[in-house]
């Protein structure tokens, strides 16, 4: 989670009763045992004969000078937001350090807390090189789970728990929160599924806070308190290798090679049996399947498919209260992004009949008002033609007992079209790889086209061109001189020099310029002149071509052009942002280069409509932190985006560029 650096705002002193009443929230939450015949609300004195006292067990955990502040930052993929609090102090003799960070009203030690505190919380083992995938941010699988089975009685779901190396089994270095009941776990080979979410560890931004700017703390060759077992574990563990397969990539954690993986489970058939369980071959469907269904049959393909979205996003982000969407979301979206991706979508027949008009919806509004009359979300009106969603109520029965169906994997023929990728769409941000993005490398050219008015027409028939074709300006060049030699208009005294006809002399010249009565009244006009002036009073069109194709297959659109707009601000005093827009004309998928920006500059992105686009045609901005014009500008080059196609506005430089 604190893999960047987050947002921390002005730190202040925290008052000694607020001290005193974060202790004992402490105290509680952690269940720790108070000092014999003593209770919260004994007071902080100290005894004669200096034994410990709960005023000691206090100030152990939150020191006097200890200080608060805000924070935010970004975890995820899809850049979901977390805001919380952090509370640094310093014991006697040490520098100052984030204690406890407060995430929706859980307080979590840091490694500094856990380094002082053994048994504070669960301390959970594995090798160290699953270690270090787990402190780059993966979560911890469960076969990556060692000593055990048994587990800490106190593992369990959502619970917080430390991570320590088999190699220093008595220093925690990751702090975070038990996704499942560990305690309850009777064998971990085979198994599969996240085992533990990681919070914090040793090397993160947390672990290296500090008000000096001194670097984080060493850890410890061992604390004493923290393991009580005896050593032996090398034989025991030294056979265990990282398994760095596709399917726990894909998973987004880490697991153990070498242990056998268990059957997939049957999907019950009495739930959800509306819609085909089985991943059947492509193209060796039975004639039953090929059989095209029945509107109830895709009417609760698509009812399935946003109850298993939704479903998939209370899961996969359980700690934000929105599970990872921003609302309000266009119907677009929910579509796009909480639908197409969860259709059972194995073959090309399956894509034809699977679609929003063949449901007895019609469209995606009226869908949604169903969705909302059943009471699985909030909708809204917006000018008169489009609904959003305000909310999604995730706590439902039918989506929080949802059991989930197959998908046809990316890879399968039909699957493209809508179907597949369960889980890794989202609303906000449609997360895909870049090993897919195919606009890396593609060829654009774009031809500036135009096409003359009518007034010009005399000159363009008898050119045998037509005002109704789209030209070139070197097209216009041959056709304008095609024009004036066969009439004649050539001064026989410099060659570059037209003779006006009444016909150039009223289409092109009107005579309202000073220019224009100049060139009337002299009767000629350089060749090159004339050219220009006919070319701009045309009507300008374009057309951008990809990879080979030709301005015959592509419509032109008018204007001038297209650009990608790159505008530097400055927001929140001195920070400044980019914001990139207009990609999508360049056949450019924003979320996909947001996320390809947000690991080369190492900074957060976010996609979102632009302001003031239509609702119709939305044009989506991309917003980086930092100032990253020319990274922006490398990637826009890397597919195909010319330089002089880019725009760049800096507004933190004020009026100078």
């Not at 030699?485 to 092109?508: C, D, F, G, Q």
């Not at 005579?511 to 006009?525: H, I, P, T």
Request: aromatic share 6%.
């Amino acid at each position: 989670m604190f893999k960047k650096k987050p947002n921390i705002k002005a730190l202040s002193p925290l008052r000694s009763s607020d001290r005193r009443k974060l202790a004992d929230e402490i105290i509680t939450q952690y269940a720790i045992a108070v000092p014999k015949d003593e209770g919260l609300q004994q007071q902080d004195q100290a005894r004669e004969d200096g034994t410990p006292t709960i005023g000691t067990l206090r100030n152990s955990l939150i020191p006097d000078g200890m200080l608060y502040a805000r924070f935010t930052t970004t975890t995820g993929v899809d850049l979901t937001q977390i805001s919380g609090t952090v509370y640094a102090g310093n014991h006697a003799g040490e520098e100052q350090r984030i204690l406890w960070i407060r995430i929706e009203e859980r307080l979590i030690p840091t490694v500094y807390t856990l380094w002082r505190h053994p048994k504070l919380t669960p301390l959970l083992h594995t090798p160290n090189v699953v270690l270090q995938k787990v402190r780059g941010g993966a979560d911890l699988m469960t076969p990556g789970i060692a000593r055990g089975p048994p587990f800490p009685t106190k593992a369990i779901k959502n619970a917080v728990v430390a991570i320590a190396s088999l190699e220093r089994p008595s220093v925690p270095m990751v702090v975070g929160v038990c996704e499942i009941d560990v305690s309850a776990l009777d064998v971990v080979q085979g198994a599969k599924g996240h085992a533990v979410r990681g919070v914090h560890w040793n090397g993160d931004e947390i672990w290296s806070w500090n008000n000096g700017g001194k670097s984080g703390k060493d850890m410890p060759e061992s604390i004493e308190g923290w393991d009580d077992e005896d050593g032996g574990l090398g034989g025991r563990f030294g056979s265990i290798k990282i398994d760095e397969s596709d399917e726990s990539d894909e998973q987004g954690g880490v697991t153990v090679a070498g242990m056998g993986e268990p059957e997939a489970a049957e999907v019950p058939d009495d739930r959800n049996n509306h819609v085909e369980g089985e991943d059947p071959p492509f193209m060796e469907a039975d004639e039953a399947s090929k059989k095209s269904l029945s509107t109830q049959d895709i009417d609760a393909a698509f009812w399935s498919a946003f109850l298993f979205a939704a479903h998939q996003a209370r899961i996969d982000h359980k700690l934000d209260p929105r599970h990872g969407l921003n609302f309000p979301i266009p119907q677009s979206n929910i579509i796009s992004n909480l639908v197409l991706p969860y259709l059972p979508i194995f073959t090309p027949e399956d894509a034809s009949s699977l679609q929003i008009k063949k449901t007895s919806w019609k469209n995606a509004r009226k869908f949604i008002k169903a969705l909302d009359k059943e009471k699985l979300l909030r909708s809204k009106d917006r000018d008169g033609h489009e609904v959003v969603v305000l909310d999604i109520d995730f706590e439902d029965p039918a989506i929080t007992a949802f059991v989930p169906y197959r998908l046809p994997k990316k890879d399968t023929p039909g699957a493209d079209i809508g179907g597949g990728g369960g889980g890794k769409a989202i609303a906000s941000s449609t997360s895909t790889s870049s090993s897919s993005d195919s606009s890396i490398g593609q060829k654009l050219k774009k031809l500036n086209l135009y096409k003359p008015k009518e007034k010009l027409a005399p000159i363009f028939d008898r050119a045998d061109g037509g005002t109704r074709n789209l030209y070139l300006a070197s097209e216009f060049r041959s056709l304008i001189t095609t024009y004036v030699e066969a009439e004649s208009l050539i001064s026989p005294t410099n060659k570059r020099l037209v003779i006006l006809n009444p016909v150039l002399a009223n289409a092109v010249f009107d005579g309202q310029s000073s220019l224009d009565r100049e060139v009337l009244a002299k009767g000629s006009v350089p060749r090159d002149a004339l050219i220009d002036r006919v070319i701009h009073s045309s009507i300008p069109h374009w057309v951008l071509l990809r990879d080979g194709e030709t301005r015959e297959t592509v419509k032109a659109k008018s204007g001038t052009g297209p650009l990608v707009n790159i505008t530097l601000e400055t927001r929140s005093g001195n920070k400044t942002v980019t914001k990139v827009s207009g990609v999508e004309t360049f056949h450019i998928n924003p979320h996909v280069i947001a996320e390809e920006l947000q690991k080369t500059c190492a900074s957060s992105t976010s996609v979102g409509q632009l302001v003031g686009s239509s609702p119709k045609n939305p044009v989506q901005e991309i917003m980086v932190q930092g100032p990253q014009k020319d990274s922006v500008t490398k990637a826009l080059e890397k597919r195909g985006v010319e330089r002089g196609w880019i725009q760049v506005l800096d507004k933190t430089k004020g009026k100078k560029r």
